[in-house]
């Protein structure tokens, strides 16, 4: 049963020229979605070097947090000042230098020579 007017008219395309048609809509798609997908991409690599760098941050706050943990008794108060060079009142800074054999440290006599003095 047919109604009167409501006949299709196909118009009739080549698959040549209907494949040729899917390629520039696809291509027209990508082009379009580039954007988008190069963003996301940079965004990716954005939020990778930033949880990096939120990682060694968090990893020297860890150690910030043990110095002065440290730092608030006074056995770690005192060890870090040692450490740094402090001494009590009374206590005299002793200075170790290993010597390599071929000159002599600062304040130290002059080397002997072997022989008959002058």
């Not at 954005?46 to 056995?75: F, G, I, P």
């Amino acid at each position: 049963m047919t109604v009167l007017g409501s006949r299709r008219r196909g118009v009739r395309v080549s698959s040549r020229v209907f494949w040729i048609a899917v390629a520039v809509v696809a291509l027209a798609g990508m082009v379009k979605l580039y954007g988008p997908i190069a963003t996301a991409r940079r965004q990716e690599e954005e939020l990778s070097r930033l949880r990096l760098e939120k990682t060694a941050l968090l990893e020297d706050q860890q150690r910030l947090d043990a110095h002065k943990r440290q730092l608030a008794c006074d056995a770690g108060l005192e060890a870090t000042a040692r450490r740094e060079g402090y001494v009590r009142n009374g206590e005299r800074r002793l200075v170790f230098v290993r010597s390599t054999g071929k000159e002599a440290p600062p304040g130290d006599p002059a080397p002997r020579q072997k022989g008959k003095p002058r």
